[in-house]
């Protein structure tokens, strides 16, 4: 009779523990199922894939991190175009300016036409100097290498009469750093970004069958990667100083940068670039400054900008070319800026009048 007890016990516990498991598959099948429902209901459909193609493509390069490749890219989310050439660019001829410098170049807080190189091209036009044709030639995180490294490989055949090299904060990178620039830059690789890359079959089937996981998983390597405004955040102390062999290979990438712009006849112009950073920042103002881009503490980063300042200043005096300031108009005013160098639509127009009254009075009377 007890042996029979016991099997009956038995029999009914693998019931409860079969019952426990089916119920706990429901339980969790139908979380799935109302979280599935609620991200296609509530949020906007897209897969790596998608996101891809709704971003800006890169390609390797040899003479810089990376370039964008030769195919158009009409971004409309952002409202970016980039034509055939690699270029944010409006077609012309005659009078040639090509703009060079990183993400405060290719000005991605407004569409395009409005960004400040477009935006110059038309005043210039409207004050009279109509056979003139500004080449935006900004990538995001480029810095002075990259844009003489572009120049040099590719813009000289662009044929161009005025070249503007505006660049600091991307070279503020590598200012901490004892090491030589060749050992701190790595090639562009695509394929390392998970976000706009599939991680084999089943990381595809997953994204196209569920947008549950989709989501999740676009968080999870956002936080994985600490991805900001201008890419993947590393880790970093904040350094205290700023080597000199940080500055040495700025100046040594100007003066490069200027010379081959004489090379190819064409005048260069230097410009300090405007900033948010500065001695009076607010704590508000600071806390739209991304000091892990930099690894550096807030004062350190506002000497590093006035070293590149005086190196530009240096330079220019140096090889008797051009240098415009709107540093000294926009630099530490809040109201300006986004984040630490990007502007607001309203205020890249003022930078672009800023540089269209420089370059009026430098083509008019050169």
């Not at 395009?112 to 190189?117: A, E, L, R, S």
């Not at 090299?165 to 701190?184: H, V």
Request: hydrophobic residues 40%; positive net charge; proline residues 4%.
């Amino acid at each position: 009779m007890n042996g029979g007890m016991v099997v009956i016990e038995s029999y009914s516990l693998k019931k409860r523990i079969i019952f426990s498991i089916i119920a706990i598959l429901l339980s969790a099948f139908c979380v799935l199922f109302l979280g599935e429902a609620y991200v296609r209901l509530t949020k906007e459909y897209y897969t790596p894939e998608i996101i891809r193609t709704r971003s800006i493509q890169y390609s390797p390069s040899l003479f810089a991190v990376h370039v964008f490749p030769l195919k158009e890219q009409n971004i409309e989310k952002e409202g970016w175009f980039i034509n055939s050439k690699g270029y944010r660019e409006k077609d012309d001829e005659t009078i040639r300016v090509i703009v060079y410098g990183g993400s405060a170049v290719f000005d991605p807080k407004v569409p395009n036409g409005k960004d400040w190189p477009s935006r110059l091209e038309v005043i210039l036009k409207k004050r009279g100097i109509t056979n003139i044709e500004v080449i935006n030639a900004g990538i995001p995180g480029h810095a002075t290498f990259d844009s003489f490294g572009r120049l040099f490989t590719e813009g000289h055949i662009f044929q161009p009469d005025y070249v503007i090299l505006y660049n600091a904060w991307n070279d503020i990178k590598y200012f901490s750093f004892e090491e030589p620039l060749l050992r701190k830059l790595k090639p562009y690789n695509e394929s390392d970004d998970f976000r706009i890359r599939y991680r084999g079959r089943l990381d595809r089937m997953l994204c196209k069958f569920s947008q549950l996981y989709v989501h999740l998983r676009h968080l999870y390597y956002k936080w994985k990667y600490h991805v900001g405004s201008e890419g993947i955040v590393k880790e970093s102390e904040c350094y205290r100083e700023v080597h000199e062999l940080g500055l040495k290979q700025y100046r040594l990438n100007v003066e490069m940068f200027v010379d081959l712009a004489k090379n190819i006849h064409a005048v260069p112009i230097l410009v300090k670039q405007a900033r948010l950073v500065s001695h009076d920042n607010t704590d508000e103002e600071k806390s739209r400054i991304c000091y892990k881009f930099q690894g550096m503490q807030h004062q350190t980063l506002v000497n590093a900008f006035e070293k590149t300042d005086d190196i530009i200043v240096d330079v220019a005096k140096s090889k008797n070319v051009p240098m415009a300031d709107p540093s000294k108009q926009m630099t530490g005013k809040g109201a300006y800026f986004s984040d630490h160098i990007h502007l607001s639509e309203a205020v890249s127009k003022k930078l672009a009048m800023i540089m269209s009254d420089y370059l009026f009075t430098l083509i008019k009377f050169q």
